[in-house]
Each structure stands twice: as C-alpha cells, then as structure tokens.
C-alpha cells in the first residue's frame, strides 16, 4: 500500500509545481516494437511484441496503455505471456532539458501453454524516473519501477532507454528493464504528435 501512496504524492507532486520551462517532451506518442524477455525460472528467452501510446491532457498529465506479447518454446511447447497496463502519470520540469515522471497503473499478466494450460494474474505498477536531452536528438531515460501481482507477488526493477530523434515527431529507442526476476529488452520505433 506503500508505494501506491508513494506513486499517488509524486504523481500530485509532479503536477502541480510548473514554473520552470522544460525541454518540449512530448507525451502524446504511440510506440511499436520487438521485446525479449529472460524470466530466470524458465532458463529460456522469448521473443515478441509490444505497443503502447500514451496521450497527455492537461498541463503536466497523461494516460497510458499498453501491451506486450512475448512466447516462449518450453520443452518443446509454446507458451505465450501477455501483459496490459493502463494507467495516467504527470510530468514535470527539473532542469531546460530533464523532466521527472512518475505513473501509477493497473496490470494484467496471462500465460498460455500447451493442452489448454493458462494462468492469470492482476495487480499494480508504480513508476518513478527522469527523461533528460542529452543532445537535440539524443534523449536518455531512467526509472524505477515497481509491480505488485496478486498471486505472483511484487517486483522491483531498474528501466535505461536511449531514443534517437530523427524529426520531431519519429524517432527509434532502446530499452532495458533489469528487475527481480527477468531481463527485458525492446527495440522499438516512436510516433510523437
């Protein structure tokens, strides 16, 4: 209950301080692209998909959801693992050129694998971190994220993304997301309008 209340405060927090000028983050975007997980348990890496978008309203808010589909072949057998989230999160200036973010969401998890076998989880994520300009096209981003699954139990991970901005409104990124129990990794191309 911690970290919702913790999320919630630095999200009000973000929102309503707004008097230095920021770099022009844009928080309307829709993102596509390839994703690999390692989940330590399976000793295997899968490989998928993911797209997610996001639109901001307000002075310092936005919305945000997304999906992501990664399958693995276990013993032989696919298993496919699904995620949603939504949720809203607030920006706001630190610096000309780094915001601080921080986003609460609803998340659910489902496998299925062979002979009809499947499993669904639900829950929570709390996200803190910064978007900093290193250079006009050269944008870096760094966050803590947090998730807690009603039957899985909750998860604390370290998320680094470089995005290269080829117009102001395309660019391509990197990401990596280091937590508990799995490594993700995602390639992916980004719609900014």
């Excluded at 499993?119 to 803590?144: C, H, K, M």
């Excluded at 998730?147 to 660019?171: K, P």
Aim: glycine share 14%; proline share 2%; no cysteine.
């Amino acid at each position: 209950m911690t970290a919702i209340k913790t999320g919630v405060l630095a999200a009000l927090a973000l929102g309503a301080a707004t008097s230095v000028a920021a770099a022009d983050f844009s928080y309307s975007t829709v993102d596509a692209g390839w994703a690999r997980t390692d989940i330590d348990d399976l000793n295997e890496n899968g490989d998928g998909f993911f797209l997610r978008g996001s639109v901001g309203f307000g002075t310092n808010w936005f919305a945000a959801a997304g999906y992501r589909q990664v399958s693995f072949d276990v013993g032989g057998n696919d298993v496919d693992f699904d995620l949603i989230d939504v949720g809203f999160g607030g920006h706001i200036p630190l610096t000309d050129r780094m915001d601080g973010v921080a986003r609460i969401s609803y998340v659910d998890v489902s496998a299925d694998g062979p002979f009809g076998i499947s499993a669904d989880d639900n829950g929570y994520g709390v996200s803190v971190g910064i978007r900093a300009l290193a250079a006009p096209q050269l944008e870096f981003e760094a966050a803590l994220d947090y998730t807690d699954l009603d039957d899985a139990g909750d998860s604390t991970g370290a998320r680094l993304g470089a995005r290269y901005h080829f117009t102001s409104a395309w660019s391509a990124g990197l990401e990596v997301l280091l937590s508990d129990d799995q490594t993700d990794v995602g390639l992916y191309g980004r719609y900014s309008f």
